[in-house]
């Protein structure tokens, strides 16, 4: 695992051993993942998700603490995957990073706690799977507007975007840190370390 331009944020590129069969890969290893991050990924639950050719999904984030961390990869079709700095008082605070998640190369990201995450489907029947280190709760997920000027994310030209509802009426950037909705970087910051201490995330 490699880390990218914004800290808490990185990539897996896996050597695919391909013959005649089909192919083989590991798409996770503990402890080359606990050398990188330094902790272990905690796994509260799994999700898979398919879409067609133009689904955005995201700007998604969850409150922190505790957060919800994802480890995604696609395992058909091909996406944009997106990180999106949204702790308030990082250097980088506003920035965000793409890569390419396919069939082929067999890539997946890691998306620390705080974080923001967005994907958009460059084939039909991309399908994605994520790991997460906290399960689904509605009252502390969020969302920024994907398609927010204030972001200018590089989605591919020529392909129309398809939201949801929930996704196409988030706020932008700006609107979300006037309402207090998004993560401080020195809470997150301390949410690491504890994750590094191996001591367990805070519930509130």
Known sequence: MRSLGIEGAWILEPKVFPDDRGSFHEWFRGTEFAEATGHDLSLAQANCSVSRRGVLRGVHFADTPPGQAKYVTCVRGAVLDVVVDLRVGSPTFGQWEAARLDEDTRHAVYVSEGLGHAFMALTDDATVIYLCSTGYAPDREHGVHPL??????????????????????????????????LPSYEACRAHYERLRAGGRPLDD
């Open 148 to 181: 927010d000027a204030g972001l200018d994310i590089e989605w591919p030209r020529g392909i129309e975007p398809v939201l949801s509802p929930k996704d196409a009426e988030a706020p932008s950037l700006a609107e979300a840190r006037e309402a207090g909705l």
